[in-house]
């Protein structure tokens, strides 16, 4: 069964804005990733959190994983033209081989 | 150079037609996957081998077959294709569980 659900299944934001996905889950994680998907393209894998941390940052990207929650958020800071494409959150389970993903958020950048 | 190939990008066919998708991956990870992403862009796990064993075989029919003929290469063969077989095919591999994965660029099916 689909384990993440990306929220909003889409966001349209101006060059320059911040973009905040958010994305929960059901069941515990060893960690969570997060991925970009360019039309036509294969996914990239962005960024891993791990179940015991609570916030990462990676150039223009932060994500925070609240697991009491059971969610986490993406944020792209100063977005760019470029940074149009679906996202995807994934989650991996301790010692497992499978990573379950959400539905995605598609982010439009307009410049 | 290339980290996750997949041959071919499209493949348009009949019903009932066999046809086969191969995967070659150069990280020197062991662990490769097969997922199918449908026209909702919903990404499924199908199969997934590690060091040539077959580790992860979702419920899927068993006219797709993955074969494994060494860490670097998984093929998936697809017989007597359907029409809701059609979709985008991604192969993936990852260094080891739970880690982070790399797609190839993936395979557009489509049976007519």
């Known amino acids: 069964s689909q384990q993440g659900e990306e929220d909003p299944q889409a966001l349209s934001i101006q060059e320059g804005e911040n973009a905040t996905m958010n994305c929960s889950y059901k069941?515990?994680?060893?960690?969570l990733q997060w991925y970009r998907q360019n039309s036509g393209r294969g996914l990239v894998h962005l960024i891993l959190i791990r179940s015991n941390e609570r916030e990462k940052h990676s150039g223009r990207l932060r994500v925070t994983l609240d697991t009491s929650k059971k969610s986490s958020s993406l944020l792209i800071t100063a977005s760019r033209a470029a940074d149009t494409a679906s996202y995807f959150c994934a989650t991996g389970g301790a010692g497992s081989y499978q990573l379950t993903f959400g539905k995605g958020t598609k982010l439009s950048v307009i410049p | 150079d290339t980290a996750v190939s997949q041959t071919p990008k499209y493949l348009v066919t009949q019903m009932g037609n066999d046809k086969s998708i191969k995967c070659e991956q150069n990280?020197?990870?062991?662990?490769m996957y097969w997922y199918k992403q449908d026209s909702k862009k919903f990404l499924k796990i199908m199969f997934s081998y590690n060091n040539k064993e077959l580790i992860i075989n979702e419920t899927v029919p068993n006219r797709f077959s993955p074969k494994s003929p060494d860490k670097a290469h998984l093929n998936l063969h697809i017989n007597s294709l359907e029409l809701g077989d059609s979709a985008v095919y991604f192969c993936?591999?990852?260094?080891?569980?739970?880690?982070?994965?790399?797609f190839g660029p993936g395979t557009r099916l489509t049976v007519t």
């Open positions: 993936a591999s990852s260094p080891g569980p739970p880690g982070e994965q790399y």
């Open positions: 069941t515990s994680i060893n960690n």
């Open positions: 990280l020197g990870h062991d662990t």
